[in-house]
């Protein structure tokens, strides 16, 4: 009995199926004769990756072009993004000037008690000789012979300056403080053009620090951790937590200058005759020369602390609280922007609500601190009212915000002393026992703006859910702002 023949001479490699790059013309006339001819049947597929859409206007240069790079189209496409950068900033910024003047604004706990009463007077009776002659009698004034009244003079400083005994005295307010209470457009000395200062330096401050800080964690991320793994699902690029914290931190600490020059730019007075910086490179000037130099700029105690303490607080937050929030909230389930965007959504906006608790008091501490003027620069003439003596620290100021201000505004303006009728006395020591307690706590005055910042983050969750949370083909460009 004979063997069957080998059939190994007749194997044959199939060609493959799937053909993800097109093959060239010279290859194939090449291959051909050697290659057997393949059968009609077999189809080959050819996938080609989808253009990337820009988000600037689709104005994204062609880097790949063999034609090389369009040095026109960069030029446009930077330009675009500034326009858009500087619009999308100039939208947020009225909020954003209302919450810095909020946070600085000083309100003691007496704010409310203003003695309206009559100032005294003293009655002054002329002294009148028995022997009038008629050239006496000819120089007197006749209404004025009985006897004049002259108000008390108040207590004044050594340099002659009326003491101010409360800020809602109208009669010793500087005319460029705005009121407690009262509106920044409508203050005489401010104006609705008001609501936008400081808008330049925000936007190159925003442009700044979005530029750098991926610059900077690509750096770290190479030299430090160039093979580690990745540690936690927010965001889905980033290798560790800790990476990502120390690029926020030395990107807010090289961008601290321009973060001081923002809000003292947004505090001080609208008006010209009163107004210490007349822009972001006067006030940066006037700092260097006045207050200790560049190295008094960011190593002074007042200002390198609370910029250390801002910087690492809010991206360990905002980067470290989601994938916490998602395995309390969905136990077993990967929640990601692509998978469940609507869980996404609610684990971002619950995990925004708690790192404002966390962040608001020190960022309200770093704003009041950057308004105090050190070394030998001029006080800084603010439109808003700020406490008379410094605060000597985070810690300092963290505790006399919280024992000497009060929480429960709007204020209430009322009488003391002589106004008060006899028949109210009693009905106001029976409000006096019943006190909010916000009243006797400055605690609400180290989250001053939660509320808007809150509401934000609730509009920005429900047009996340209703434009589907991001997902993969979504065109929509709310998320641009």
């Given at each position: 009995m004979s063997n069957p023949s080998s059939l190994r001479d007749l194997y044959n490699t199939n060609p493959p199926t799937w053909s993800f790059t097109p093959p060239s013309n010279s290859t194939g006339l090449s291959s051909g004769a050697s290659q057997p001819p393949q059968s009609s049947t077999i189809s080959s597929h050819t996938f080609?990756?989808?253009p990337?859409?820009?988000?600037?206007?689709?104005?994204?240069?062609?880097?790949?072009?063999?034609?090389?790079l369009d040095l026109g189209l960069v030029v446009k496409t930077l330009v675009?993004?500034?326009?858009?950068?500087?619009?999308?900033?100039?939208?947020?910024?009225?909020?954003?000037?209302g919450k810095c003047l909020l946070q600085v604004q000083w309100v003691p706990r007496d704010v409310g008690q203003v003695d309206d009463a009559e100032p005294t007077t003293e009655e002054v009776a002329e002294e009148t000789s028995d022997d009038e002659s008629g050239e006496e009698s000819y120089f007197t004034d006749p209404l004025g012979s009985g006897p004049s009244r002259y108000p008390v003079p108040r207590p004044a400083d050594e340099r002659g300056y009326v003491v101010r005994k409360n800020v809602m005295e109208e009669s010793t307010r500087p005319d460029y403080v705005i009121p407690v209470g009262s509106m920044l457009g409508r203050?005489?000395?401010?104006?609705?053009?008001?609501?936008?200062?400081?808008?330049?330096?925000?936007?190159?401050?925003?442009?700044?620090?979005?530029?750098?800080?991926?610059?900077?964690?690509?750096?770290?991320?190479s030299i430090f951790a160039p093979t580690l793994a990745t540690l936690y699902i927010f965001p889905a690029s980033s290798t560790s937590l800790l990476i990502p914290v120390a690029s926020h931190l030395i990107t807010g600490f090289i961008l601290s200058p321009l973060d001081l020059v923002r809000t003292r730019l947004i505090v001080q007075s609208f008006s010209p005759q009163h107004r210490s910086y007349t822009g972001p490179i006067d006030a940066l000037r006037k700092v260097v020369r006045d207050e200790g130099g560049v190295w008094g700029l960011y190593l002074h105690p007042h200002?390198?602390?609370?910029?250390?303490?801002?910087?690492?607080?809010?991206?360990?937050?905002?980067?470290?609280?989601?994938?916490?929030?998602?395995?309390?909230l969905f136990p077993g389930t990967l929640v990601s922007i692509e998978s469940s965007p609507v869980a996404w959504g609610v684990v971002e906006f619950t995990s925004s609500c708690i790192g404002l608790l966390a962040t608001l008091p020190f960022e309200t501490v770093r704003r009041r601190l950057q308004v105090q003027v050190r070394g030998r620069g001029q006080p800084l003439k603010t439109c808003v009212e700020k406490r008379p003596i410094a605060y000597n620290g985070v810690v300092d100021a963290l505790w006399h915000i919280l024992t000497e201000e009060r929480s429960d505004?709007?204020?209430?303006?009322?009488?003391?002393?002589?106004?008060?009728?006899?028949?109210?006395?009693?009905?106001?020591?029976?409000?006096?026992?019943h006190v909010s307690i916000w009243r006797k706590t400055g605690l609400g005055q180290l989250y001053r703006g939660l509320s808007m910042r809150l509401g934000a983050g609730g509009i920005v969750f429900l047009l996340g859910v209703l434009t589907g949370g991001g997902r993969a083909g979504d065109e929509s460009g709310?998320?641009?702002?």
């Open positions: 080609s990756s989808r990337v859409q820009n988000s600037i206007f689709e104005l994204s240069p062609g880097l790949a072009d063999p034609g090389g675009a993004s500034a326009v858009l950068g500087y619009t999308t900033t100039a939208i947020a910024m009225p909020w954003e000037v203050h005489r000395s401010e104006g609705w053009l008001a609501l936008w200062k400081g808008l330049l330096t925000e936007c190159i401050t925003d442009m700044l620090s979005s530029t750098m800080q991926p610059l900077i964690h690509n750096a770290l991320q200002l390198l602390i609370p910029t250390l303490l801002d910087s690492t607080i809010r991206p360990l937050m905002s980067l470290g609280l989601p994938p916490l929030l998602a395995a309390r505004l709007p204020v209430e303006r009322g009488l003391k002393g002589r106004k008060r009728d006899k028949g109210k006395e009693k009905e106001g020591e029976e409000e006096e026992e709310w998320a641009e702002l």
